[in-house]
Structure formats: structure tokens, C-alpha cells
């Protein structure tokens, strides 16, 4: 199966097989050190999360954690207890989350990233997406059309995987159970029942999105090609926005009229109209060897958040201006 790495190139990779522990045992805490300038990083960062307005959570590659209490000015590294990457995080307040990553691996805390348990998935496909609707409702999504579903924060899990072999790499809830998972080849798909079932939905992209993000009930997608669409019904319905680029598009972001969406070769897009337009901003000659492959916005009053990426790269939102 062709996948995607974020960055210039794509690979393949071979599902391998892997030991799932269960029942859930503690792995991680603060590694021991000096707290790490941003400047110290030094590793591929796929997702990332707002706690709180000082509390800041990322993780990427060999199983890497890193989180900072002071609005990221310094960050400690959190031992995950695992090496495989984690490709995603979906936290339903300041201290209860879940990650997921290579071989169906699915992390949980429940002290605010501190420490994280691993939990049995059920399968050992890749898991891509994750999404929670509250603490007890979620949903992780992956490979060849894997789902899989919890009602009860995740001490177990079931299959409701699709009946069709598409990659899903993203997955977004609403508190009522609503929810879309979108895919390779702009495959979008609604669930009424946070996860169980789901239906496709017509969609007005033919490239791959990568990544996903909800504000109320809409729902932004973007991927492939500088793609984005946008939902203002739940994600029955979806409109394409001309992004004016061609750079694959890895994170997004939107609260109210505040709009982000970062990828590759550092590509960063900015809305001030709730995603209906984007303009590229002009990004520095030496971050553009660079992909993002994160980004978070803590509200639309605040206008403050961060992105990151390749090699450790992290750029500050500070009132809807970058600060490399």
C-alpha cells in the first residue's frame, strides 16, 4: 500500500506485525533534563494540540512527546513508552486525549499528556486519524478502510471498519456522534453514530485529503494538490475553495472567522473569512525546505496558536501574524 510521509517523497510500507498489551499498562512520563528550547528540536512533528492557553501538546516520529507549559517558549520531552510514529491526537479537554500511529497503535491520558497507557485497538493496521467526540465517545481511523469505534474512552475498542479498501487519514467528531472521515482519492464519509455506521458524501475534490478539522457544523478538509473543501451543513454538502497553490496541504485549522492550513515545502494559508478564501503567506526562503505538518489555533478572539513540522520546525500565530 502506497502511503504518504509527510515531506517530498512517499514510500511504501509494509504492514509488520506487532504485540498489543492489554490490559492497558502506564508507558510514558517526563523524561529527565533541561527543558528544550524550540531551537532543540530535532524531530518530525505530525500532530499537535492546544490544552490550554499555556499548555501545549506535539508528537511525530520514534514515538516522540513533547509538551510545554509556557505557551511554548520551552518544552519537556515525554516519554511515550513506544518507538512507532504517532500521526495524530484528539484531545475533549485540557486533560483527557488519545494518539494513534503505526501498527494500530492507540495511546491515552488522562492527566494532560504527563503519562499515556496504550489501549488494545483490535487491529494492527495503521492508524492514521483519531477523533473524539467527549471522554467517552471516539473513533480511529487508517489503512485499507479501517475503523475502529469506543464507547467508553477507549478501555475497548471495536471494528467498523468500511467496506471498501480506501486509506482514511483523518477523522473528526461532533459531541452529538456526527462526524466525517475523509480519505485518498477526495473520498468523504458521514457517520450519524460516532463511527459505527457511515455513508459517503459527495465530494467536489478528486485528490487525496490528508487532513481535517470541524468548528460548529462545519467541517474543512484539505489535501493533495493545495485541495480544500468546506462544509456548512454537517458535511452533507461540500464546496472546493481555489487555494491558489499546488503544494499538498498536511493540517488545518479554523475557529469562527480564523483559518490556518500549513504542508509541504512550507506552504502556509490564512483565512479571515471562516474558510472561504485562503492567501498564501510568504514564508521565509530557508522554511521552505521544510514541510508542516501540524497546526492549532486556541480560539478566534485569541488568534494565537503554532505549527510544526520536518526536523523539528515550529512557527508561533500571534494575533494572525507568523513569528518563525
Known sequence: MIKR???LVWVVVVLGSMAVIYPPVPLGAEVSGPALQVT???ENIFCSALLTESVYLMAGDRGKVFRSEDAGKTWKE??????QPLYSVSFVDSQRGWMCGKSGLILATTDGGLTWTKQDSKTEKHLLGVGFANAQLGCAVGDWGEVVVTSDGGASWQEASMPEDVVL???????????????????????????????????????????????????YAAGLDGGLVYSRDGGQSWQKVDTGVTEPLYAIT??????????DVGTVLHSTDAGASWQALDV???KRLFWIGAVNLANASRMVGFG????????EIQQGQLVW
Not at 515525554?78 to 518507538?83: A, E, H, L, T
Not at 485528490?207 to 478539522?213: D, Q, R
Not at 479554523?254 to 504542508?263: D, L, M, R
Open 5 to 7: 510521509v509527510l515531506g
Open 254 to 263: 479554523v475557529k469562527g472567522t480564523e483559518g490556518w492550513a500549513t504542508g
Open 169 to 219: 487519514y483523518a477523522v473528526s467528531l461532533a459531541e452529538s456522534g456526527k462526524g466525517v472521515a475523509v480519505g485518498e482519492f477526495g473520498r468523504i464519509f458521514r457517520t450519524p453514530d460516532a463511527g459505527k455506521t457511515w455513508e459517503g458524501a459527495p465530494s467536489a475534490l478528486e485528490s487525496s485529503l490528508f487532513a481535517l478539522c470541524q468548528d460548529g457544523e462545519s467541517f
Open 284 to 286: 521565509p526562503a530557508r
Open 78 to 83: 515525554i516519554s511515550s513508552g513506544v518507538r
Open 40 to 42: 532543540d528540536l530535532r
Open 308 to 315: 510544526a513540522g520536518a526536523n523539528g520546525l515550529y512557527v
